[in-house]
């Protein structure tokens, strides 16, 4: 999992210097919001994903999909950084990045929906708030492991590389990390209450269609929850670091610096607090989380906009922080409420949903 996102967040963190290759010279702030919409498309082919990948782990396992998406995502992720760029195609540089967006897009559609399945179908009742919430804290770790990637080739790389060729190294390191992701994938047994299902032939012959019908309110339960999820989770860990760049004028050493730290913040917070879910509930933290950004989430801009950057970096971990408290059980909140025969399709259409209208 931590190598899918990996290879869905390096397009954020490099979202000035892919604007600069990939769009044509001399107005910087509409070739980066040129470059922030190619982003979003791929937030639009996530619910396709979602309705395409969905049924599919309900009828033919969680495992096999799972094995899928990864070899989709990181196979767009490599074809991107083998891309030409507009001053050698022309206009079809942006089309082809777009194009491989949207594949990424319909790839991720399935992918944490089908996690947050295989895990919580494993996990034990007293421990899957903890287990489920490893997912979470792997996908903030990708988004870390992107950044370090980047932060390293900006110190290690001649002035002007990473503009001309270097931007491309953290996209053609997909191809060997989805080799070990699928390797992985391959390995792994289905989960033991779709087996049991598979074993008993109760396994729904239309599930997206089950789903839809019988456990639509879930589904809209999901979409309301998980809107929280996406708006901290994309502000936070990708839109902030471009943030610290362009409004903030910091330069891009001070921005992964940020977002590394606030990465870290996260990851030292979710486990114990999904354990922590165990123990409580997981209304408690979803309140706390939610609440959090309501009345901190202006205050932490305002300290954003200081001017000082250490003060600019405790408020990205405090945002952080935050967003760490609502995912650690958003989550596995929303796999407790399918039933097995359809947890796949309804989460996953719940949740990609969400992202879209995010």
Not at 153 to 178: H, K, N, T
Not at 181 to 192: K, M, S, V
Not at 197 to 223: G, M
Request: charged residues 10%; positive net charge.
């Amino acid at each position: 999992n931590a190598v899918e996102w990996y290879d869905f967040a390096i397009y954020g963190f490099l979202a000035t210097t892919i604007s600069a290759n990939f769009f044509p010279k001399g107005n910087d702030t509409a070739a980066l919001l040129n470059t922030f919409a190619i982003f979003a498309a791929a937030f639009f082919m996530r619910p396709l994903g979602g309705f395409f990948f969905g049924p599919l782990g309900d009828r033919l396992g969680r495992q096999r999909v799972l094995a899928m998406v990864i070899l989709l995502m990181s196979g767009s992720t490599l074809a991107i950084g083998l891309l030409p760029t507009f001053a050698t195609a022309g206009v079809v540089a942006p089309l082809g990045l777009l194009l491989l967006r949207c594949v990424q897009g319909f790839s991720a559609g399935g992918e944490y929906g089908g996690g947050a399945c295989y895990l919580a179908e494993f996990a034990p009742d007293r421990r899957r708030g903890l287990v489920v919430a490893f997912l979470v804290w792997s996908a903030v770790l990708g988004f870390l492991l992107g950044s370090m990637t980047v932060t390293v080739l900006q110190a290690v790389l001649p002035d002007g590389a990473m503009e001309s060729y270097g931007w491309r190294i953290p996209f053609l390191l997909a191809g060997p990390l989805g080799g070990v992701g699928l390797y992985i994938r391959l390995r792994l047994h289905d989960t033991p209450e779709f087996t049991r299902l598979t074993e008993a032939d109760k396994v729904a012959a239309s599930p997206l269609k089950e789903a839809l019908t019988t456990a639509w309110v879930p589904v809209l339960q999901v979409i309301g929850v998980m809107i929280i999820h996406n708006v901290g989770f994309y502000v936070v860990f990708t839109y902030l670091p471009t943030y610290f760049i362009k409004t903030l004028h910091f330069s891009k050493g001070d921005s992964f610096l940020s977002i590394t730290v606030a990465s870290v913040v996260a990851l030292a917070l979710i486990l114990p607090l999904g354990a922590w879910s165990d123990r409580i509930g997981r209304r408690p933290l979803l309140i706390a989380g939610a609440a959090g950004f309501a009345v901190l989430g202006y205050p932490a801009f305002l300290l954003l906009n200081s001017g000082s950057l250490v003060t600019a970096v405790l408020a990205h971990c405090l945002l952080a922080a935050i967003e760490a408290v609502f995912v650690s059980v958003s989550l596995v909140a929303a796999t407790e409420l399918f039933a097995t025969r359809v947890r796949y399709s309804g989460l996953s259409v719940g949740y990609n949903v969400s992202v879209a209208v995010f």
